[in-house]
C-alpha cells in the first residue's frame, strides 16, 4: 500500500522569505502523480502544484516549485517570496494510476509566515 | 469556472441521528468521491463511485455510510445513525473521465453531539 509521510507538523517563515516543505512516499508503482494542496482556515482544500511522475522536469506555479527525486522518492515544495496569505496547512498527496484514482494524503505541515 | 459545491456548509447533530451531506459535482464529471479529514488530521479517503455504484471504499466506510446518486446530479453521502467520532469535516470530490485530477468541494463540518 502507498503511504505519504510529512515529517514536519509545524515551519515558519519570514516574509518575503524561502522555505521548503518535505514529503517522501512509498509506492511500488512507476507511473502516478503527485500534488501539494493548500488549506486555510477556511478548510477548502485548494490545489498548489501537481507532478506526474513521468515527467523529469519539476513543476514551477509562479512562487512556488518542487523539487522531484523519483529514485529517493521524495516530493518537496518550495515557496519563493512568502507572503502572509501562504499561512495555511499544506498537504501531499499521492494518486495511483491503478485502482479508483484515490487521493493518498500525509498528514500535513502547518506553515505561518510572519510578518 | 465549474466547481464543485456542496451543502450545508455546517451541520450539527446528536447522535444516533440520520444525516444527509450533499455535494452537486461539476456537470461532465463522471466519478465522484467522498473524503473525510477530523480535525487536526489528514485527509481520509472514504469511497469513489462510478456508473451509479461504488468501485472501492475505505474501511472507514462501513455499513452506516452510504452513498447515492439520486437524481443525475446531486451526490449524497449518508450517515444512518451518527456517532461522536463521526465529526469531520467531509468533503466531495468529481474528475472527469479523461483526467486523474479530483476537483474539491469546499466541504462541509459535521458536529456530532
Known amino acids: 500500500a502507498q503511504t505519504v509521510t510529512q515529517s514536519q507538523p509545524e515551519m515558519s517563515v519570514q516574509e518575503a522569505e524561502t522555505v521548503t516543505l518535505s514529503c517522501t512516499y512509498d509506492?511500488?508503482?512507476?507511473?502516478?502523480?503527485l500534488f501539494w494542496y493548500k488549506q486555510p482556515p477556511s478548510r477548502q482544500m485548494i490545489l498548489v502544484i501537481r507532478?506526474?511522475?513521468?515527467?523529469?522536469q519539476n513543476a514551477t506555479e509562479n512562487r512556488f516549485s518542487v523539487n522531484f527525486q523519483k529514485a529517493a522518492k521524495s516530493f518537496s515544495l518550495k515557496i519563493s517570496d512568502s507572503q502572509l496569505g501562504d499561512t495555511a496547512m499544506y498537504f501531499c498527496a499521492f494518486l495511483s494510476t491503478s485502482g479508483t484514482y484515490k487521493y493518498i494524503f500525509g498528514t500535513g505541515t502547518r506553515l505561518k509566515v510572519l510578518a | 469556472e465549474p466547481e464543485v459545491t456542496q451543502t450545508p456548509s455546517h451541520q450539527v447533530t446528536q447522535m444516533g441521528q440520520e444525516v444527509i451531506l450533499r455535494c452537486v459535482p461539476i456537470s461532465n464529471h463522471l466519478y465522484f468521491y467522498w473524503y473525510r479529514q477530523i480535525l487536526g488530521q489528514k485527509v481520509e479517503f472514504l469511497v469513489s463511485f462510478y456508473n451509479n455504484e461504488i468501485s472501492e471504499k475505505s474501511e472507514i466506510f462501513d455499513d452506516q455510510f452510504s452513498v447515492e446518486r439520486p437524481d443525475g446530479s446531486n451526490f449524497t453521502l449518508k450517515i444512518r445513525s451518527t456517532k461522536l467520532e463521526d465529526s469531520a469535516m467531509y468533503f466531495c470530490a468529481s474528475r472527469p473521465q479523461a483526467n486523474y485530477e479530483q476537483y474539491f468541494g469546499p466541504g462541509t463540518r459535521l458536529t456530532v453531539t
Open positions: 509506492t511500488s508503482e512507476s507511473n502516478y502523480y
Open positions: 507532478q506526474e511522475a513521468y515527467k523529469q
